[in-house]
T-cell receptor, first 116, second 112 residues
Framework: DQQVKQNSPSLSVQEGRISILNCDYT??????FLWYKKYPAEGPTFLIS?????DKNEDGRFTVFLNKSAKHLSLHIVPSQPGDSAVYFC???????????????FGKGTHLIIQP | DAGVIQSPRHEVTEMGQEVTLRCKPI?????LFWYRQTMMRGLELLIY????????DSGMPEDRFSAKMPNASFSTLKIQPSEPRDSAVYFC??????????FGPGTRLTVT
């Protein structure tokens, strides 16, 4: 049973336009959400995160939105650039009591292609 | 500033052989994670440590898999004996507490 789902295996967007990547989760215990970017033959690179006490977090061109009632989050990239072409993973975790770390549950990823 | 270091980057071995993957986390991080990526299952958590203590190994597929963290700067993931279905990319990641995890470049394991 997939607890984190990314239903679009790929997405093609024109350079300069907005890219919107979506993610749904089923486990209501998740309270910390992250987006990672991955190039071939490299490890995932952390992009941006959001805690469940917020509904939006921005970092430069990247914004993550969280809708807890819908168990849905999205990553917006504006404007999209050719270097953004990569696989994007949504991940979720439960912050352990005492603030300790917990493992991440990943979606299957969305391959974003930025067209020049 | 060095990131998470994994070795080897590639490993090709025959079925039945022992395989040891190594990881050096980022200095100062107190949590370490092992993940595996396959086409079928995607990225999945195998085991993680907090302050060198194993916390959750429920993702370890079988008793053939074991992981250790003898000190804060080193961890190993061992498969003995290896099987073709163990072929995957194995990632190590580290973090400070519940903050974001930083991943190493991965070890691509091929078992023939």
């Amino acid at each position: 049973d997939q607890q984190v789902k990314q239903n679009s295996p790929s997405l093609s967007v024109q350079e300069g336009r907005i890219s919107i990547l979506n993610c749904d989760y089923t486990n209501s215990m998740f309270d910390y959400f992250l987006w990672y970017k991955k190039y071939p033959a490299e490890g995932p690179t952390f992009l941006i995160s959001i805690s469940s006490i917020k509904d939006k977090n921005e970092d430069g061109r990247f914004t993550v939105f969280l809708n807890k009632s819908a168990k849905h989050l999205s990553l917006h990239i504006v404007p999209s650039q050719p270097g953004d072409s990569a696989v994007y993973f949504c991940a979720a975790s439960v912050v352990a009591s005492g603030g300790g770390a917990d493992g991440l549950t990943f979606g299957k990823g969305t391959h974003l292609i930025i067209q020049p | 500033d060095a990131g998470v270091i994994q070795s080897p980057r590639h490993e090709v071995t025959e079925m039945g052989q022992e395989v040891t993957l190594r990881c050096k986390p980022i200095s100062g991080h107190n949590s370490l994670f092992w993940y595996r990526q396959t086409m079928m299952r995607g990225l999945e958590l195998l085991i993680y440590f907090n302050n060198n203590v194993p916390i959750d190994d429920s993702g370890m597929p079988e008793d053939r898999f074991s992981a250790k963290m003898p000190n804060a700067s080193f961890s190993t993931l061992k498969i003995q004996p290896s099987e073709p279905r163990d072929s995957a990319v194995y990632f190590c990641a580290s973090s400070w507490g519940s903050s974001e995890q930083y991943f190493g470049p991965g070890t691509r394991l091929t078992v023939t």
